[in-house]
């Protein structure tokens, strides 16, 4: 029995292989037609062209960028505290409004710091009388003294009280400017001119030199604090070298969909390197005329480096990523395409980049229509913004022919 099925096997596979070979040698003509779809009768291929769009490639300056995230920062934040304490009489600023350096902005009772005044002032009026009356006595016994009508013991005593009140008067005079420095502090005064925040008492308390009133902050110019990692130190320092005004900066949205804010100048690139995150500070300064920017706001920051005199450029939607590297549909002189391996060396705003090597100046590339391509593809070269012709009578009649010869196996 086990012979039996193994002689039925191979008849099987002998019949199978017969069938296979008899299908091969005896296509259809309808097959034949299929494979010479799309070419004439000389045998040359007529595909129409695909419609695509180019560009040339253009030589331009190209400026280079470096980006980061940014944190805006006043330039100077004030917490004002009163330098004595007392009764808080009246607020005079308003809050979230500008205020100017020298503004009065808080009073304080001051009638016990005017009495401790008018008590120094008192005993420096005191003491002046005493030095005034100590002199007399010590003019009228020089005059003595030669007469031997006085001592010169006590002609040394009179002196020397003469002395001691003139210095009484001396420590009263700077007890008065003490006195006065205290009293000019119940009037609390802006140190800078900023913008005032939200008030930190009200009044009728009684405050102390601990007590916060107001925060104020510089906002014209204003600060972009941001960090670059440590492989840029050298380019930006190099290029702070050159002409450290050359290097500008400019704040985005979060988004880099538009500019917040231009014309920022790189002010100081910090001493050290972040051993923790491998990155370096730099602090901008932007005049910041109509508060484009607000401390603590977040922003995108390009910094201007350098400029590459006569880059290469194209669209970045012209370059394909493929397994071996970045390319390029390049049309050559017969309307065909190549794909043109390519070097970007980096972008150009946010639609463009700029190519190191691969192509040069005037070549033309694809922008659009790349998933109809292959390499030796035959284009019709589109402008961007143009947009294919329509299709003649002949054209349609021609290809409703290559259609009814043609066909597809089922």
């Avoid at 940014?70 to 004002?80: D, S, W």
């Avoid at 001592?151 to 005079?173: E, F, G, H, I, P």
């Avoid at 484009?292 to 201007?304: C, S």
């Amino acid at each position: 029995m086990s012979r039996f099925w193994k002689i039925a096997l191979i008849v099987i596979v002998v019949i199978v292989v017969a069938v296979v070979g008899f299908r091969l040698l005896h296509k259809p003509a309808g097959s034949a037609s299929t494979q010479t779809a799309g070419k004439g009768k000389d045998g040359k291929d007529e595909t129409p062209p695909v419609p695509v769009t180019v560009v040339p490639v253009v030589k331009q300056n190209v400026p280079v960028y470096l980006t980061a995230l940014g944190t805006v920062q006043a330039l100077n934040t004030v917490t004002v505290n009163p330098q004595v304490g007392g009764l808080l009489l009246s607020l005079d600023f308003t809050e979230g409004q500008p205020v100017k350096k020298g503004q009065v902005l808080a009073q304080i009772d001051p009638r016990t710091y005017q009495a401790a005044y008018d008590q120094a002032l008192a005993k420096q009026h005191q003491d002046q009388a005493l030095l005034d009356t100590a002199k007399s006595n010590l003019s009228r016994n020089q005059d003595l003294i030669t007469k031997g009508y006085i001592s010169k013991q006590d002609l040394d005593t009179l002196r020397n009280t003469a002395t001691q009140y003139q210095a009484a008067v001396a420590a009263d005079a700077a007890n008065i400017r003490d006195s006065q420095v205290q009293l000019a502090y119940t009037k609390v005064i802006s140190p800078i001119d900023g913008l005032a925040g939200i008030r930190g008492v009200d009044p009728g308390n009684v405050i102390t030199t601990s007590t916060a009133i107001v925060t104020l902050t510089q906002l014209q110019p204003i600060n972009i604090m941001f960090t670059l990692p440590e492989q840029n130190l050298d380019m930006v320092r190099a290029a702070a070298g050159k002409d450290s005004a050359a290097l500008q900066v400019t704040a985005l949205d979060r988004t880099d969909a538009h500019p917040i804010a231009s014309g920022g100048v790189l002010k100081v690139i910090d001493n050290q390197i972040d051993t923790t995150t491998g990155t370096f500070r730099l602090k901008s300064e932007f005049k910041n005329a109509n508060n484009e920017l607000w401390p603590g706001q977040f922003v995108n920051v390009q910094l201007l480096v350098s400029t590459v005199d006569g880059g290469l450029v194209i669209p970045s939607q012209a370059v394909q990523r493929g397994p071996d590297g970045d390319y390029v549909y390049q049309v050559q002189g017969d309307s065909t395409v190549k794909m043109q391996t390519v070097v970007v060396a980096g972008e150009v705003g946010d639609s463009h980049v700029m190519i190191g090597s691969g192509l040069k100046e005037g070549d033309r590339v694809v922008t659009e229509g790349q998933f109809r391509l292959q390499p030796g593809s035959k284009v019709n070269a589109l402008k961007p913004g143009e947009v294919p012709a329509a299709p003649t009578a002949a054209e349609l009649e021609k290809a409703k022919k290559n259609t009814r010869g043609g066909g597809r196996r089922h």
